[in-house]
């Protein structure tokens, strides 16, 4: 079997030793649960040698696409380079081997180490205070908006109101509606940026915040955002920041310093912590002083020349992780910040923004970027006319990237550009692999003209080909069944 | 220049062929009034070896805590970790890779998400397992949305008071404006939940019931009788679990929960000071286009052979946005892993071992403790973790101060969560805990109750 899952390794009896048998007999151990709540459902756990579990991860690993192995054009997911350092520092056992509910006196460098990376990330972004307790940019937007609520119910107004663009990223309408508001949906312009008449026409009292990307997804500055904030303020509503571009702003723009009330930031972006095939990431959130209260509970603070938790916050809208968040991973985000400083966080930006236009400028003969203005970090590009022309989708285009050894762009968003390819080299990327990826997409457009049908199957040179994704969802397979394999599956090798 | 692989030239070629001069050029869109001028008001950048340096010096402020023997638990538990998880998840093809979107050059992390979701669904014996949440607490809250959702009409959620404290302020935050009724239900003198009273609070308002086992205390719940009076009033059993004490104990699946949550984080991952954690998301299957968070699904390639994709994303917010089942989008995907590799490496009987061990030192500590003069309030079943109540005037002379100056880390204080319960802690006692610490911890409480533990610390 080319590919086995670890349960057709699986042999009575062959797994590794790895604990000793209790001294006390098993019966006597038991006998301190009642047989009614025992465990009676047999417990089908794999048996596999030690040797050949270490090859099956082996196995997986080499069918995995990841940063150390070539580029990932994702736009909007900031895949840079996760420092080797940092992996090192995050197993430090004077962290890795911290229990949450140590006495403080025995956990003074831990929590000194959030109290500092608060204050750096309101040093970058120019908010007040933080919080590290969201464990991803979802988890800080749905804290954040909970911060803006509680501050118009504190002040007895009814606000339920939140205002998105069509270019915003999905989590930002399903964030607002669990929380128990209301998505409103604004268009964008010509030029993609906010329309300022469509923004003035939803605004009321009723609305509670604005949540705006910047740059935008299209990779775009809001250029009249001293408008947008004029309006949003004006009305008495809250500005908030989804912070998930913030590589573009490092040094150049604090979204504290230019009308944003409360902002999340994605650590596993910015500020090179790994996404680890999916997370953990971190999500912290950014406020400005009349919002302090609000946050949520326990807090790192100095008390004289020691750190403490403190609870007593009455206006805290309560915990929202079940200990201070992903500390793992907050360790490395801090880490980077110390390694690089204010200059060196700049250079990331500036180096961000000069790495995306260079590979605008290579592709945008072949793949029409729809707003031609400078971009920041990103750009968006449109495989339309290939849709129109050859039946080539954005994804086929993405599919085919996978031959050339990249991942493919961003394709799930935004909306508002059609069979878009959200592209975002990252600051880590040499000018080499720039041109290379570019090469590959120029070369695919080229293939497009020539053999569409061989761009559409793609891809061929990968673990597996072009995956059925509509049969996954038909006859959904979500566990492994024993003896059940091969059922509507045909299996090979 | 950490990290930034570019050149004078490069920068030079790479403004040329935009056109520009400089990266001001490319900056000139954004109004000058919104700019920041100077520098970040940041400490001086440090080399790489001088951070890694500074880091190491924070770390050691905590290395007093590496030296003790700890007994704290409460949903972070300190057991064995075979070496085969922490170097698998120390490899780049894992840690470095993005969310599985393109399925065909990431099958590695799509099929061990199918592993971790078929090792759960075997450890809880609930059909359906996804990809992960953040932790327990929030898995807690997806549950009452998935289940508000699934009984729409009923907005009441009772839940046990004997529910990690954690947890009740999770829910608090994210509940606070969901419409629905948080109501709590009390446990009785035996530290148990109080069933009389959910039966006398549920009615036909009630959406789910919430209960933990083992609960706060390490107590184990009537789970099967908490499902059967929610089932009857036509209400949705929810269990919080915890997967190490599954090795022994009744399953969620087996109580007749519809969910099961939990932490996962005792299945492979250092305590990590409290995270990354893993949340833990099971449900019946009926439930499966309300599940939160990503699945992963065994299908096939254009050719035919055995693949895995991420599936029915028709549920998830880049497809549904405000009308998905959850706002979830990165999750814990790495803990995942670590958990899949944990479970596959210890197999049944590893597993196992674990549970009896922690089980066995955790009945000796706690006879050892009560022949030491300890209080053990709640007698009954519980799972390698219980309350003790040292006496008052041990606790008034420094007991607690006295332990962790002989490098013994005690418990967890419950008395801000629990006002009633002065003077005790929760104690957690895991494989890794040998029996001479445990001796030790015994010894110091009961010749400090008798006097005689005024002395400085040995150096034991
Ligand atoms: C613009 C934007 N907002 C929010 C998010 C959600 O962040 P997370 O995946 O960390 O929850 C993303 C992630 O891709 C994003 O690109």
């Given at each position: 079997?080319?590919?086995?899952?670890?349960?057709?390794?699986?042999?009575?009896?062959?797994?590794?030793?790895?604990?000793?048998?209790?001294?006390?007999?098993?019966?006597?151990?038991?006998?301190?649960?009642?047989?009614?709540?025992?465990?009676?459902?047999?417990?089908?756990?794999?048996?596999?040698?030690?040797?050949?579990?270490?090859?099956?991860?082996?196995?997986?690993?080499?069918?995995?696409?990841?940063?150390?192995?070539?580029?990932?054009?994702?736009?909007?997911?900031?895949?840079?380079?996760?420092?080797?350092?940092?992996?090192?520092?995050?197993?430090?056992?004077?962290?890795?081997?911290?229990?949450?509910?140590?006495?403080?006196?025995?956990?003074?460098?831990?929590?000194?180490?959030?109290?500092?990376?608060?204050?750096?990330?309101?040093?970058?972004?120019?908010?007040?205070?933080?919080?590290?307790?969201p464990a991803a940019g979802a988890h800080g937007e749905f804290t954040g908006l909970s911060l803006?609520e509680?501050?118009?119910?504190?002040?007895?107004?009814?606000?339920?109101?939140?205002?998105?663009?069509?270019?915003?990223?999905?989590t930002?309408?399903a964030s607002v509606r669990r929380l128990?508001?209301?998505?409103?949906?604004?268009?964008?312009?010509?030029?993609?940026?906010?329309?300022?008449?469509?923004?003035?026409?939803?605004?009321?009292?009723?609305?509670?915040?604005?949540?705006?990307?910047?740059?935008?997804?299209?990779?775009?500055?809001?250029?009249?955002?001293?408008?947008?904030?004029?309006?949003?303020?004006?009305?008495?509503?809250?500005?908030?920041?989804?912070?998930?571009?913030?590589?573009?702003?490092?040094?150049?723009?604090?979204?504290?310093?230019?009308?944003?009330?409360?902002?999340h930031?994605?650590?596993?972006?910015?500020?090179?912590?790994?996404?680890?095939?999916?997370?953990?990431?971190?999500g912290?959130v950014?406020?400005?002083?009349?919002?302090?209260?609000?946050?949520?509970?326990?807090?790192?603070?100095?008390?004289?020349?020691?750190?403490?938790?403190?609870?007593?916050?009455?206006?805290?809208?309560?915990?929202v992780?079940?200990?201070?968040?992903?500390?793992?991973?907050?360790?490395?985000?801090?880490?980077?910040?110390?390694?690089?400083?204010?200059?060196?966080?700049?250079?990331?930006?500036?180096?961000?923004?000069?790495?995306?236009?260079?590979?605008?400028?290579?592709?945008?003969?072949?793949?029409?970027?729809?707003?031609?203005?400078?971009?920041?970090?990103?750009?968006?590009?449109?495989?339309?006319?290939?849709?129109?022309?050859?039946?080539?989708?954005?994804?086929?285009?993405?599919?085919?990237?996978?031959?050339?050894?990249?991942?493919?762009?961003?394709?799930?968003?935004?909306?508002?550009?059609?069979?878009?390819?959200?592209?975002?080299?990252?600051?880590?990327?040499?000018?080499?692999?720039?041109?290379?990826?570019?090469?590959?997409?120029?070369?695919?457009?080229?293939?497009?003209?020539?053999?569409?049908?061989?761009?559409?199957?793609?891809?061929?040179?990968?673990?597996?080909?072009?995956?059925?994704?509509?049969?996954?969802?038909?006859?959904?397979?979500?566990?492994?069944?024993?003896?059940?394999?091969?059922?509507?599956?045909?299996?090979?090798? | 220049?950490?990290?930034?692989?570019?050149?004078?030239?490069?920068?030079?070629?790479?403004?040329?062929?935009?056109?520009?001069?400089?990266?001001?050029?490319?900056?000139?869109?954004?109004?000058?009034?919104?700019?920041?001028?100077?520098?970040?008001?940041?400490?001086?950048?440090?080399?790489?070896?001088?951070?890694?340096?500074?880091?190491?010096?924070?770390?050691?402020?905590?290395?007093?805590?590496?030296?003790?023997?700890?007994?704290?638990?409460?949903?972070?538990?300190?057991?064995?970790?075979?070496?085969?998880?922490?170097?698998?998840?120390?490899?780049?093809?894992?840690?470095?890779?993005?969310?599985?979107?393109?399925?065909?050059?990431?099958?590695?992390?799509?099929?061990?998400?199918?592993?971790?979701?078929?090792?759960?669904?075997?450890?809880?014996?609930?059909?359906?397992?996804?990809?992960?949440?953040?932790?327990?607490?929030t898995?807690?809250v997806?549950?009452?949305?998935?289940?508000?959702?699934?009984?729409?009409?009923?907005?009441?959620?009772?839940?046990?008071?004997?529910?990690?404290?954690?947890?009740?302020?999770?829910?608090?935050s994210h509940?606070?404006?969901?419409?629905?009724?948080?109501?709590?239900?009390?446990?009785?003198?035996?530290?148990?939940?109080?069933?009389?009273?959910?039966?006398?609070?549920?009615?036909?308002?009630?959406?789910?019931?919430?209960?933990?086992?083992?609960?706060?205390?390490?107590?184990?719940?009537?789970?099967?009788?908490?499902?059967?009076?929610?089932?009857?009033?036509?209400?949705?059993?929810?269990?919080?679990?915890?997967?190490?004490?599954?090795?022994?104990?009744?399953?969620?699946?087996?109580?007749?929960?519809?969910?099961?949550?939990?932490?996962?984080?005792?299945?492979?991952?250092?305590?990590?000071?409290?995270?990354?954690?893993?949340?833990?998301?099971?449900?019946?299957?009926?439930?499966?286009?309300?599940?939160?968070?990503?699945?992963?699904?065994?299908?096939?390639?254009?050719?035919?052979?055995?693949?895995?994709?991420?599936?029915?994303?028709?549920?998830?917010?880049?497809?549904?946005?405000?009308?998905?089942?959850s706002n979830i989008?990165?999750?814990?995907?790495?803990?995942?892993?670590?958990?899949?590799?944990?479970?596959?490496?210890?197999?049944?009987?590893?597993?196992?071992?674990?549970?009896?061990?922690?089980?066995?030192?955790?009945?000796?500590?706690?006879?050892?403790?009560?022949?030491?003069?300890?209080?053990?309030?709640?007698?009954?079943?519980?799972?390698?973790?219980?309350?003790?109540?040292?006496?008052?005037?041990?606790?008034?002379?420094?007991?607690?101060?006295?332990?962790?100056?002989?490098?013994?880390?005690?418990?967890?204080?419950?008395?801000?969560?629990?006002?009633?319960?002065?003077?005790?802690?929760?104690?957690?006692?895991?494989?890794?805990?040998?029996?001479?610490?445990?001796?030790?911890?015994?010894?110091?409480?009961?010749?400090?109750?008798?006097?005689?533990?005024?002395?400085?610390?040995?150096?034991?």
């Amino acid at each position: 079997m080319l590919n086995p899952v670890i349960f057709e390794l699986h042999k009575k009896g062959r797994a590794a030793e790895h604990l000793p048998a209790p001294e006390t007999p098993e019966e006597e151990i038991l006998a301190s649960i009642p047989e009614r709540m025992r465990r009676r459902l047999p417990l089908r756990l794999p048996e596999v040698p030690e040797l050949e579990l270490a090859r099956h991860y082996e196995r997986l690993a080499r069918r995995n696409h990841h940063v150390e192995k070539d580029f990932y054009p994702l736009g909007s997911c900031t895949m840079k380079y996760n420092p080797r350092v940092h992996e090192r520092i995050a197993a430090l056992p004077g962290f890795a081997a911290l229990h949450p509910m140590l006495p403080e006196t025995l956990a003074q460098g831990a929590i000194r180490l959030l109290a500092s990376l608060e204050e750096a990330l309101a040093a970058v972004t120019g908010m007040d205070a933080f919080t590290l307790q969201p464990a991803a940019g979802a988890h800080g937007e749905f804290t954040g908006l909970s911060l803006v609520e509680a501050y118009f119910r504190k002040k007895g107004e009814d606000r339920r109101k939140v205002i998105l663009p069509d270019s915003a990223h999905g989590t930002n309408p399903a964030s607002v509606r669990r929380l128990g508001l209301e998505p409103v949906e604004v268009r964008s312009d010509e030029r993609g940026e906010v329309s300022i008449d469509a923004l003035g026409a939803v605004v009321d009292e009723r609305t509670a915040a604005l949540m705006l990307t910047l740059p935008n997804t299209l990779g775009l500055f809001e250029t009249r955002l001293p408008r947008i904030v004029e309006i949003v303020h004006g009305a008495g509503a809250q500005l908030y920041l989804d912070g998930a571009n913030l590589n573009a702003l490092l040094g150049i723009v604090r979204p504290g310093d230019i009308g944003f009330d409360v902002m999340h930031t994605n650590v596993h972006k910015t500020f090179s912590t790994p996404h680890g095939g999916g997370g953990p990431g971190a999500g912290p959130v950014g406020v400005k002083e009349h919002l302090i209260p609000f946050l949520p509970t326990p807090r790192p603070v100095r008390d004289g020349d020691r750190w403490t938790w403190k609870h007593d916050f009455p206006d805290s809208i309560g915990p929202v992780h079940s200990y201070y968040g992903n500390f793992a991973v907050l360790v490395r985000a801090y880490a980077y910040i110390r390694h690089l400083g204010g200059p060196g966080l700049r250079e990331v930006t500036e180096h961000a923004i000069l790495g995306a236009n260079y590979l605008r400028s290579l592709v945008e003969k072949s793949y029409p970027v729809p707003y031609r203005r400078a971009a920041m970090h990103e750009f968006v590009a449109s495989a339309a006319r290939f849709f129109q022309t050859a039946n080539v989708r954005a994804m086929d285009i993405g599919k085919r990237l996978l031959d050339f050894g990249f991942y493919a762009p961003t394709i799930s968003f935004p909306l508002i550009v059609k069979e878009a390819l959200m592209i975002e080299p990252t600051e880590t990327e040499s000018r080499e692999t720039i041109e290379r990826f570019a090469a590959a997409m120029l070369a695919i457009a080229k293939e497009i003209e020539e053999d569409p049908e061989r761009v559409r199957g793609a891809p061929y040179d990968t673990p597996v080909r072009r995956v059925n994704e509509s049969l996954a969802s038909r006859r959904p397979r979500l566990v492994w069944e024993d003896g059940a394999d091969g059922e509507g599956v045909p299996s090979r090798g | 220049m950490s990290y930034i692989p570019h050149t004078d030239e490069d920068r030079e070629k790479m403004l040329r062929s935009i056109g520009v001069s400089s990266v001001e050029d490319l900056l000139r869109e954004i109004p000058r009034s919104l700019r920041f001028e100077g520098t970040l008001p940041l400490p001086p950048p440090l080399s790489q070896m001088e951070t890694e340096l500074e880091l190491a010096r924070i770390a050691a402020e905590n290395g007093a805590a590496l030296a003790c023997d700890s007994f704290l638990g409460g949903g972070v538990y300190d057991h064995y970790i075979p070496a085969l998880v922490g170097q698998t998840t120390a490899r780049p093809e894992f840690y470095s890779a993005y969310t599985p979107y393109q399925a065909e050059v990431s099958q590695g992390t799509l099929q061990a998400v199918f592993e971790f979701q078929s090792l759960i669904s075997r450890l809880t014996g609930m059909p359906l397992v996804n990809a992960s949440l953040y932790d327990g607490a929030t898995a807690l809250v997806e549950a009452i949305w998935m289940a508000s959702g699934e009984r729409s009409g009923r907005n009441e959620i009772l839940i046990a008071r004997a529910i990690r404290p954690s947890y009740r302020g999770v829910l608090c935050s994210h509940l606070a404006v969901s419409g629905l009724r948080l109501r709590e239900f009390p446990f009785g003198k035996e530290g148990t939940t109080d069933l009389s009273c959910l039966k006398q609070m549920i009615s036909n308002e009630t959406a789910a019931v919430v209960v933990q086992s083992p609960n706060v205390f390490g107590l184990l719940e009537e789970t099967e009788e908490a499902g059967r009076i929610a089932r009857e009033a036509g209400a949705l059993f929810i269990q919080v679990f915890d997967p190490a004490s599954l090795a022994l104990v009744r399953t969620p699946a087996e109580a007749g929960a519809d969910i099961a949550v939990g932490e996962g984080q005792s299945l492979g991952s250092p305590p990590n000071f409290g995270g990354p954690l893993l949340g833990l998301f099971a449900a019946r299957a009926e439930f499966l286009r309300r599940m939160p968070g990503r699945l992963s699904g065994m299908t096939e390639d254009a050719n035919g052979a055995r693949a895995f994709t991420l599936t029915l994303q028709t549920r998830e917010q880049h497809i549904r946005r405000e009308k998905a089942t959850s706002n979830i989008c990165t999750n814990q995907g790495l803990v995942a892993l670590a958990a899949a590799v944990h479970l596959s490496s210890l197999g049944p009987e590893g597993f196992r071992r674990a549970a009896l061990i922690s089980q066995e030192r955790a009945l000796e500590l706690r006879k050892l403790l009560r022949e030491a003069g300890g209080a053990i309030p709640f007698e009954g079943p519980f799972f390698r973790e219980f309350v003790v109540r040292f006496p008052e005037e041990s606790l008034k002379r420094g007991l607690v101060r006295h332990l962790l100056d002989h490098r013994i880390v005690p418990g967890i204080p419950l008395e801000r969560a629990y006002p009633e319960m002065g003077g005790c802690l929760l104690v957690a006692v895991t494989e890794k805990r040998s029996r001479e610490s445990i001796r030790r911890y015994a010894d110091l409480v009961r010749d400090f109750a008798d006097g005689k533990g005024k002395g400085a610390p040995s150096d034991a």
